[in-house]
């Protein structure tokens, strides 16, 4: 009896778990949406009114910040200021060491990747446009992925527990 | 009179280079790496070191050859590299430098492109398709002013000078080392230390490096970086109030103003200009009705034969008396 009853509570304790780390990568995206947002806009003030070369912006705006994306600026600068590497080839290698606890969706890579082919490539005033459009669609991002957390965390919890309650009622 | 370079080639010039190019540059011996005044690339032709006046192709070995089909070739992607590496992948950090066709690069050396010019309203936006690259080498030669220094100082301190020679001849050389000795002092020629001003446009003299100079200017040089040159003086006038106040390679109209404001407010202004010699600077608008109004009491006539960095002669100014000339035939000395 103390065995089933001990074996229930595990089996839930561990669905529940399952539930609530699907939400809470459902609120994690929006999050560094937003944290990539901030970060591009401190880019948009070093390139406008320092025009500090990108490794060395991309490096600053990161110094001090925490999270996965501070991180990703921070290596993508770091490469960059190896001889060589172009902007796209130092933000793949940044993103690909940083896969695990990047949480960013298609559409939000594709704005950045998009950014980071022109970056560095026109003069001052073009490179604001470019942040401009890229920060704009990242706004838009930024809400479809608020909708979605809204929409799927709560779910996700719900399921959790619903589904360990499901599996000990059909396991007993 | 002159002084040459005897110091090796920074290795901050190959990170420039693509690794295959870096690798032949490598293998180079010491004394032909020393001697080198510029690199240049071509696209589709060979790899050229500039010596002076003289040139030679390299092969795969490090080696100088006449034989262009021995020679190491530069492609179109190693012009893209060189870019891209002065440029550090930011063109927007050096508009004004590619507009005026070159990048002044860590330690001084200035990167000149050519390629299609991109022409809005009469103004180069950009500079696209490179398709020649030429690395100047900068090379610091401490001292290199010591046989100068006595033409240009009367009553312990020194005397408005300009120094005059066409590219490649070593003015800047020169001028980084008169601004150490303005700074630091000399004592041989009771020459107190005095507070330099420097404006440094194109970041070839003081080579800083995040704002902090990566030569030895003595202690007491305050640099304004990437700065233009007219403002830049009136700026640091103002600001620093300096007794010193340095300067390369004058042109424009509005130079000739600022160095007119800075001689008439008491400072000493020490500068360059492109000019075979001081008959030829006379010549030049704006830059000649200065010298011809006196504002300058020295000039510096340097050469590139029979090695850059030869003293032509010197010229007090307002005298019209020359007071040093090279004879054709004479021993170099310093």
């Given at each position: ?172 | ?145 010591e046989n100068v220094l006595p033409f240009l100082i009367q009553g312990g301190r020194l005397l408005n000078t300009i120094i005059i020679s066409p590219p490649g001849c070593g003015k800047t050389t020169l001028l980084r ?158």
């Open positions: 009896m103390w065995v089933k009853l001990a074996g229930s509570i595990l089996v839930i304790a561990a669905s529940t778990a399952i539930g609530f780390r699907l939400a809470a990568e459902f609120e994690e995206r929006p999050r560094q949406i937003r944290h990539l947002q901030g970060m591009l806009t401190g880019l948009k003030a070093f390139i406008n009114f320092s025009a500090r070369p990108l490794p060395e912006a991309l490096r600053q705006i990161a110094s001090g910040r925490k999270g996965p994306v501070a991180e990703m600026f921070l290596r993508t600068g770091e490469l960059l200021g190896r001889s060589g590497e172009n902007t796209e080839q130092a933000l793949a290698a940044a993103r690909m060491g940083l896969a695990k606890q990047l949480a960013l969706a298609r559409p939000e890579a594709e704005v950045l990747e998009q950014l980071f082919a022109v970056l560095g490539k026109t003069n001052r005033r073009e490179q604001e446009k470019c942040l401009d459009l890229a920060i704009n669609q990242l706004q838009e991002i930024e809400q479809e992925a608020a909708a979605e957390r809204e929409k799927h965390t709560k779910v996700c919890r719900y399921l959790g527990v619903c589904g360990g309650l499901a599996i000990v009622i059909v396991l007993i | 009179m002159a002084f040459q370079a005897s110091v090796s080639l920074d290795p901050r010039v190959l990170t420039l280079l693509p690794q295959a190019l870096a690798r032949v540059m490598r293998s180079i011996s010491p004394d032909i790496a020393q001697k080198i005044t510029e690199i240049r690339l071509r696209a589709g032709h060979p790899l050229f070191l500039a010596f002076g006046s003289s040139d030679a192709m390299l092969d795969k070995e490090g080696r100088l050859t006449e034989d262009g089909k021995e020679a190491v070739h530069c492609g179109v992607e190693d012009l893209m590299w060189v870019f891209q590496t002065a440029s550090k992948s930011s063109v927007y950090a050096f508009e004004e430098e590619i507009r005026q066709g070159f990048i002044t690069v860590e330690g001084g050396h200035r990167i000149g492109f050519a390629g299609q010019a991109v022409v809005l309203n009469d103004r180069v936006e950009t500079i696209k398709n490179i398709g020649s690259v030429n690395i100047r080498l900068a090379r610091e030669i401490k001292g290199c002013s080392d008169l601004v150490r000795q303005a700074s630091s002092g000399n004592s041989k020629q009771k020459l107190a230390g005095a507070t330099v001003g420097l404006v440094d446009e194109r970041s070839e003299i003081a080579a800083c490096a995040g704002g902090i100079p990566t030569v030895d200017l003595g202690p007491r040089a305050d640099v304004l970086d990437g700065c233009p040159k007219a403002v830049g003086m009136i700026m640091l006038i103002r600001a620093m109030g300096p007794r010193v106040l340095v300067t390369d390679e004058l042109g424009r109209p509005e130079d000739a103003v600022a160095v007119r404001d800075a001689v008439n407010a008491g400072v000493c202004v020490i500068t360059s200009a492109h000019a075979h010699s001081v008959e030829d600077l006379l010549g030049r608008p704006h830059i000649g009705d200065i010298i011809r109004q006196g504002l300058f009491d020295r000039a510096v006539v340097l050469s590139s034969e029979p090695v850059p960095g030869t003293v032509k002669e010197i010229v007090a100014l307002r005298q019209g008396k020359v007071l040093f000339r090279r004879k054709p035939e004479g021993c170099l000395c310093g």
